[in-house]
């Protein structure tokens, strides 16, 4: 089925920990993006890439950073997870910057203790 | 900046009751207007969207109005079902020259009770 592909969907972490999220999608999308969803606060965009070769930071890039491997492929890396970045991570793409709406993947929620 | 405020939630209503989800919207130029819903434990789907003033996007009984004037987007539905029990989020899109970003509100939960 197209659309777009995180892994993992559950990952505990200790503080400290290092782990890379994926994101694939195969809508031929030009744009890919990294949320966070904390309750209360709706999604917030931590990186995203306009287009393949470029990425940019969001409203809340601390922590993170990201790789757009391909045209497909757009992760999120945590080097030295903290507790505060316990939440849920949403990768979403987009063919015309937005214009037409985000896809979603179905999120990974992650715990770090 | 750019942003979008909704009205706070929980909203619990009964079933068949009118449902009105208040957003507005801070934006230079004309963005683009979306309202996204999660149900539990998935993603966010889009549920209908507005390109310009005017606009009415509908979709499964839900509609919004792009009012340039009021700069909002108010979700309204009929006659709401317990299958419509999810939060739902109103959002707008900056140019492709700004990223094509997404910009979201806070999220507004709504529980239908039979």
């Known amino acids: 089925n197209a659309g777009v592909t995180q892994t993992p969907k559950f990952q505990v972490l200790k503080t400290g920990q290092s782990m890379t999220l994926q994101c694939a999608q195969d809508?031929?999308?030009?744009?890919m993006y990294w949320y966070r969803q904390d309750p209360g606060m709706g999604l917030r965009l931590i990186y995203y890439?306009?287009?393949?070769?470029?990425?940019d930071k969001g409203e809340v890039p601390n922590g993170y950073n990201v790789s757009r491997l391909n045209k497909r492929e757009f992760s999120l890396r945590l080097e030295s997870a903290a507790p505060s970045q316990t939440s849920v991570y949403f990768c979403?793409?987009?063919?015309?910057?937005?214009?037409?709406?985000?896809?979603f993947g179905s999120g990974t929620r992650l715990t770090v203790v | 900046g750019d942003s979008v405020t909704q009205m706070e939630g929980p909203v619990t209503l009964s079933e068949e009751a009118f449902l009105t989800i208040n957003c507005t919207y801070t934006a230079t130029g004309y963005p683009s207007l979306f309202w996204y819903v999660q149900y539990p434990g998935e993603g966010l789907q889009l549920l209908l969207k507005?390109?310009?003033?005017?606009d009415k996007g509908s979709n499964k009984g839900f509609e919004a109005t792009y009012r340039k004037e009021t700069t909002s987007f108010h979700l309204e539905k009929g006659s709401v079902q317990v299958s419509d029990s999810a939060v739902y989020f109103c959002a707008l899109s900056l140019p492709y020259n700004q990223g094509g970003k997404l910009i979201f509100g806070q999220g507004t939960e709504l529980s239908v009770k039979p």
């Open positions: 979403a793409s987009s063919s015309q910057g937005g214009g037409l709406g985000y896809t």
């Open positions: 507005a390109t310009k003033a005017d």
């Open positions: 890439s306009a287009s393949e070769g470029t990425t």
């Open positions: 809508m031929n999308h030009n744009s």
